[in-house]
């Protein structure tokens, strides 16, 4: 099964802008939507819009309410998304194609990171 | 001189998230306002208003018009900007920290690519 979100979620989101060094992803939902399981590398998410999403792996979900015009890193993480809030949810993520550097920390935690 | 814009222009540019691998700036200016001469590394634009910018370096100038939610990739460089619209701009501008892999283009280009 192919984990990119553009291939297995490709009606929520999309490439916008790619190059050697990054691959930039808009994400658009509306309440209800859901997101099969899926991969993200380590990214920075940039919301425009507010948003209460539940995000699920391995048997662990965590709510995140987030404002319009918030940045978060983002650990790479496989997950699943549910739209639980009662507006759109759109944002931008900002995805590195470079491997993590050596000597980083390895563990990775489920949805954004909260500063 | 410092050349890193939360120094030398501190009162429109600041740190709002850092860690290992990129560090996000918040920029927020006026109609008129303009910025000394700094320094970005490569770096991923997400514009939060729209806004109408001239950016400066080396005797040339280029106008720059975006949209809110618009993402632009931004060569590493050094530039002044001034707001020549007439509303607010806010953008994010996601660092990339790593130095650029080697063999890709070194050659950069005066304010964010257009596509």
């Known amino acids: 099964m192919n984990d990119d979100p553009v291939v297995s979620n490709k009606d929520l989101y999309r490439v916008i802008m790619e190059n050697d060094r990054v ?6 939902d509306m309440p209800g939507d859901r997101t099969t399981p899926h991969r993200h590398p380590d990214s920075v998410m940039v919301t425009l819009s507010g948003f209460r999403r539940r995000l699920s792996a391995d048997g662990r979900d965590i709510d995140v309410e987030l404002a319009a015009g918030e940045v978060r890193w983002l650990d790479a993480q496989e997950h699943s998304g549910e739209n639980i809030g009662d507006t759109e949810c759109r944002t931008i993520f900002v995805e590195l194609k470079e491997p993590k550097p050596a000597g980083t920390d390895g563990t990775a935690r489920l949805g954004p990171t909260l500063s």
Chains 1, 2 share one sequence.
Not at 23 to 28: D, M, S
Request: aromatic share 16%; glycine share 0%.
């Open 23 to 28: 691959r930039v992803l808009a994400y658009a």
